[in-house]
């Protein structure tokens, strides 16, 4: 009789679990890796009750595709870079705003409002901006012999780098060797770029922009890009790791908030979106990841040691040495083209 | 030859376990990343449980492995009943297509069904991976069951049927309770395929289902999460359990036998 | 005798089969022949632009790399596992079944589970380098993770008990008199194995490197674990078309190219199981 029993539990545990409990109030998110501290999404649904179920994605290509696939039951808030908000917004593929369910969007700082890729914040509001950069563990090689993206092409490094796995940022890096914008829409310096990346290559170990902080501090690089953000975190855990503004010029970004077409728990995401502009949020967000915020309330807030710190909030002449990533229109499928053939090592 | 063959064994076992006992250890070190000893502790497990997303997507797991497990055994009984007991037009067809499905790749599978899905506007959630699931632990399930059906008299149906029972009641008071064994053996075996599942999983579930294999990738292809080795631990203990209950089942046909 | 419940469950089998089987397949050949759009995954038009890409010879020869490495894992299992199961089916029953369940535990248990195991041990600061470095074997850590070397290990890790299964399995039935025969003969070992041994056990070798192989090649999460910079597997590189690039048609027509693959070695073994069946009934 055994066997029976065992079939009766089976069957009985299939309908429990065929039928999940009834649904609460929800939002659905899809944010790069570690990009929002746990503590700010728990403290989120303490507050109002609404459950977020929240996913990953590690390059703006992978979200954008995932958003394809899944239009008509999808995410209801998504994180994507400002080139992306703008092909979104131009594909039809994403939700106006309703202002009014934001109060707290005045307190936004100004400078990155009202930007080219979304006039008057139709789509888009910024979450945080940062910058890409060299990190280096001090502990196997010397920060100071390090200060340009051109150093990475030197042969000591062969198989010993860290790349972002976005292609905007690696593209980045070889335009502004070749003394080009870095949003550059001229398939000749393009092309060039990509010929000057593919010589690159044999330096680099792996790409990785889910957290790349974790490969330097677990000792299997010492060298490569990194983001600001997450160099501040890997500091925290190890102060050999040095960011290095190269001299070239750093890529900075913006990432926004977008609700995407397809959401079913929009004002949920509205919700969301204020609830992160908070001072006393975003103050958490800056400490925990490492980036700048928009929210002027929340620097304020800050300690004086992350308010100076220069990895989080660089110089005006940093910023203004680095270029903005902007939109680059039709160019994208150029770019994509090479990158396709950097990423599969043709 | 004893001692080199003791040597051989110890080696290629050394290689196979290794790796897991390191995982188990590190689940009870105090050590973040595992880099090294730095005391037992038993907090990772309490904050794998705290991990609301972790937990979602295994109840979500479960879900599909039972639903999944329990549909492709029923239907691999029907299919090997069909097959076995059965001639008729397209069975050989129908064989070879199960057989092909058996071999091909798991990738094969998961693009071809997310094609279906995407053209006939199905949208990517429970559903679409259940079905998708069931479809690829049918193989399994339909062979465990043939084998068990291969020393079987088919004249003994041929008397039920002569003497009156219907093909109903010939399929449930004789067939299916002498499939028991085999029917338990499937569904675990169709539940562990499902769960461990990465492949078809990352292409036919959408943002509403997340499932377990699906988050441990992207918790791991970061780095070393304590919470992962926990539930880990807990993952590779579940299936010593699936293991010895497999095995006391053959034991159990064997001794029927 | 046609009964009702007979119908049903024929329809029921053959429903799930056409459409769940052979229908995704089509339209899988059907995708590949489409032609390619940015905004979307593909354009319903006839076009042979994908296959003009999969022959391209940059792609071509990352597809090809990977095959390699499908090819090096399957040879690398059989080294490995052949003596394994040579030496198992000598074993008397009880240790036997003792062997064979240790070697099944790890199969039961979550392969992407395993797979983080073995990047835990073969780390910079992994278990391996640890270890060799404390004996003083080496001064500095070796690389290992986020290597082709760490991708092979991992693969042959995953995929060696389906090699040791099949092989298993013949050289069960396998008359081991046969080789004390030889030997009373004079044969060497080496003659013994050419001659005896191997042709006897070819079938389970041709299994075992069906069943490793063809799977092996669709594993994209080892690679993405434990590999580095480049696409290592074919698995990667169609994951890559399909939920990154958005270029589905040469997605599709990677996999086609997967499944031709695939289908030339199921050829190979069934005209050589066909050949020895004809063989063996000669008189």
Redesign the interface.
């Known amino acids: 009789m055994a ?2 029993r ?2 009766q539990t ?2 009985l ?2 309908l429990l ?2 039928f ?1 409990a009834s649904a609460a109030e929800k939002v ?1 998110i ?1 944010n790069w ?2 990009y929002i501290p746990d503590t700010v999404l ?1 403290q989120f649904t303490a507050e109002t009750g609404i459950e977020v ?4 994605y ?2 703006n ?2 979200m ?3 958003l ?3 239009d ?4 209801d808030l998504v994180v994507p870079s400002t080139y992306y908000v703008n092909k979104m917004g131009r ?1 039809d593929m994403l939700v106006a705003l309703d202002h009014e369910l934001l109060p707290h969007l005045g307190d936004l700082d100004p400078n990155l409002m009202d930007r080219p890729f979304d006039p008057g914040n139709v789509y888009s509001i910024p979450y945080m901006w940062g910058s890409t950069g060299i990190g280096v563990n001090s502990n196997e090689i010397l920060p100071e012999t390090i200060d340009s993206w051109q150093d990475l092409w030197k042969p000591e490094f062969k ?1 010993r780098l860290l ?1 972002q796995d976005d292609m905007r940022e690696v593209f980045h890096m070889a335009l502004k060797i070749k003394g080009y914008s870095s949003n550059s829409r001229d398939p000749e310096q393009i092309e060039q770029a990509y010929q000057l990346l593919r010589e690159l ?1 044999p330096n ?4 990785n922009s ?2 790349p902080r ?2 330097y ?4 690089v010492s060298i490569g890009m990194i983001w600001n953000g997450e160099a501040w975190m890997a500091q925290q855990e190890n102060p050999a790791i040095v960011y290095i503004y190269p001299q070239e010029g750093a890529a900075f970004w913006v990432d926004s908030f977008v609700i995407p077409k397809g959401a079913r728990n929009i004002e949920n995401a509205h919700a969301f979106i204020d609830f992160m502009l908070r001072p006393e949020i975003a103050k958490i967000c800056v400490e925990e990841n490492g980036y700048a915020t928009p929210v002027l309330g929340a620097i304020a807030l800050l300690d004086e040691e992350v308010r100076s710190s220069p990895v989080i909030f660089p110089a005006a002449r940093i910023v203004e040495n680095g270029e903005f990533q902007t939109d680059v229109g039709e160019a994208l ?1 150029i770019y ?1 083209q090479y990158w ?2 950097l ?4 | 030859m004893n001692a080199v063959r003791l040597i051989y064994f110890t080696l290629i076992f050394g290689y196979l376990y290794l790796p897991i006992i390191v995982l188990i250890i590190n689940s009870f070190n105090a050590n973040r990343y595992g880099l090294s000893w730095d005391g037992f502790t038993l907090q990772w497990f309490p904050a794998m449980l705290a991990n609301a997303g972790l937990m979602e997507a295994a109840k979500n797991s479960l879900a599909v492995a039972f639903s999944a497990a329990t549909a492709a055994t029923l239907l691999g009984a029907l299919a090997a009943i069909g097959f076995r007991l059965y001639r008729f037009a397209g069975r050989r067809i129908l064989q070879g297509t199960l057989m092909t499905l058996m071999m091909a790749p798991d990738i094969i599978l998961a693009i071809a069904l997310l094609v279906l899905f995407v053209m006939l506007g199905v949208s990517l959630g429970f559903w679409s991976l259940l079905l998708a699931h069931i479809t690829f632990c049918l193989p399994f399930t339909t062979m465990t069951i043939v084998a068990r059906l291969q020393g079987f008299n088919p004249f003994l149906l041929d008397a039920a049927r002569d003497l009156g029972a219907s093909e109903s009641q010939v399929l449930g008071r004789i067939v299916l309770p002498l499939l028991s064994p085999a029917l338990i053996a499937s569904w675990l075996l169709a539940f562990t395929l499902s769960l461990d599942d990465v492949i078809v999983s990352s292409f036919v579930t959408g943002p509403s289902f997340d499932v377990l294999p699906l988050k441990i990738f992207s918790m791991v292809k970061v780095g070393v999460k304590p919470e992962v080795n926990a539930l880990s631990t807990l993952m590779v203990a579940l299936s010593l359990v699936l293991v010895i209950i497999s095995q006391l089942l053959l034991k159990e046909k064997e001794h029927g036998a | 005798m046609k009964s009702r419940t007979r119908t049903l469950i024929i329809a029921l089998i053959g429903f799930w089969l056409v459409v769940f089987g052979v229908l995704p397949i089509l339209l899988l050949l059907f995708a590949s022949f489409l032609g390619q759009d940015p905004e979307a995954f593909f354009e319903l038009s006839f076009s042979l632009d994908a296959y003009r890409q999969l022959v391209d010879p940059g792609y071509l020869r990352v597809l090809l790399r990977s095959i390699w490495l499908a090819v090096l894992t399957t040879v690398f299992c059989l080294i490995i596992g052949y003596p394994f199961a040579w030496l198992t089916a000598r074993l008397n029953r009880r240790t036997r079944m003792l062997v064979l369940i240790l070697l099944m535990i790890p199969f039961w248990t979550n392969s992407l589970v395993r797979t983080y195991a073995i990047r835990m041990v073969l780390g910079t600061q992994g278990l391996l380098n640890t270890l060799l470095l404390h004996l003083g074997i080496i001064d500095t850590p070796i690389r290992l993770l986020y290597t082709d070397t760490a991708v092979v290990l991992g693969l042959f890790y995953l995929m060696l008990p389906f090699m040791i299964l099949p092989l298993y399995a013949t050289m069960e039935k396998f008359d081991f008199r046969l080789v004390e025969a030889a030997r009373d003969l004079g044969a060497g070992f080496p003659a013994t194995f050419r001659s005896i041994v191997w042709p006897l056990t070819l079938p389970g070798v041709l299994a075992g490197c069906i069943m490793v192989f063809v799977p092996t090649m669709g594993l994209f999460y080892v690679a993405s674990l434990l590999g580095g910079a480049r696409q290592l597997l074919v698995g990667n590189l169609i994951h890559q078309q399909f939920l990154n690039a958005r270029n589905w048609p040469l997605g599709s027509a990677t996999s086609v190219a997967l499944i031709i693959i695939m289908a030339l070695m199921l050829c190979v073994y069934w005209l050589f199981m066909r050949n020895l069946a004809l063989r063996s009934h000669q008189p």
């Open positions: 066997p029976k065992f079939l089976i069957c545990c299939t679990c065929a999940p659905y899809y890796t570690e728990r179920i929240y996913t990953t590690d390059s290509e992978t954008y595709a995932k394809k696939l899944v008509d039951d999808g995410y594909e198989g790349l290559m680099v170990l792996l790409f889910d957290s974790l490969p501090l677990a000792g299997e499928p994509q396709e053939k990423r599969t090592g043709q």
